[in-house]
């Protein structure tokens, strides 16, 4: 069992360029979250997905921002036109489904780290 | 916001002494949940309490909930060197028929040896 796979580690963009950050949930788990963290901060809920679905995109930019979970492969979270504002670590979390009684723990990837030059 | 925020930031301790960590919250939850995270990793689950638990145990971790005053504290008795890292609260609450977890800023703990 894998665990969480995210690549790359670590990318380096110019502004403007495009970045694709791919995250391969926990064998069984079909729900994925995708999270940034800022240096010193906490993690800033982005988007959640099921396979194929979106399921609660509230935290994304509402540009140049864009995540799936297609029915094969991984789920990508892709960011277009990067600015260097879009620096940061972004998590991939996966879950199992829903217990009844909505408890919902979840496992991370190890991160990618975004700079953007 | 039902955003967790943990008090204080930053937490330097000796080996040996008890760390804790507090998390305050705005709205009703179905559950809190504390994870670690080490320098450069991800966040790793450490334990959940459910709204209609007071406290719980999980080794040398001990978590109580207040559902009155909104907070919840993560002690870790017997601190060891391995346990630096930052420590994070997050908050479950259904929204829009799912769970979203909800972090807060996080408390970096120290552990000198």
């Known amino acids: 069992n894998a665990g969480v796979m995210q690549n790359p580690r670590h990318l380096v963009r110019r502004r403007g360029q495009e970045a694709r950050l791919r995250c391969s949930p926990m064998k069984g788990h079909s729900h994925v979250y995708w999270y940034r963290q800022l240096p010193e901060e906490g993690l800033k809920f982005m988007v959640y997905l099921q396979k194929e679905n979106i399921i609660d995109e509230s935290g994304m930019p509402k540009e140049r921002f864009s995540a799936e979970f297609p029915k094969e492969g991984p789920s990508i979270l892709r960011i277009q036109q990067v600015v260097r504002g879009d620096s940061a670590a972004y998590f991939c979390?996966?879950?199992?489904?829903?217990?009844?009684?909505?408890?919902?723990?979840?496992?991370f990837g190890a991160g990618s780290r975004l700079t953007v030059l | 916001s039902q955003q967790g925020e943990e008090d204080p930031q930053a937490l330097s301790i000796q080996e040996g002494e008890n760390a804790t960590m507090n998390c305050s919250y705005k709205?009703?939850?179905?559950?809190l949940q504390w994870y670690r995270q080490n320098s450069g990793r991800g966040l790793v689950h450490l334990i959940l309490i459910r709204s209609n638990e007071r406290e719980k145990h999980s080794g040398r971790l001990r978590v109580t909930l207040d559902t009155s005053k909104k907070s919840s504290s993560l002690l870790i008795t017997a601190s060891r060197a391995a346990d630096t890292a930052s420590y994070f609260c997050a908050t479950g609450a259904t929204q829009g028929g799912s769970e979203k977890l909800v972090f807060g800023k996080g408390t970096k703990l120290t552990v000198n040896p």
């Open positions: 709205t009703s939850i179905n559950n």
């Open positions: 979390a996966s879950s199992r489904s829903m217990s009844a009684n909505g408890a919902n723990v979840l496992t």
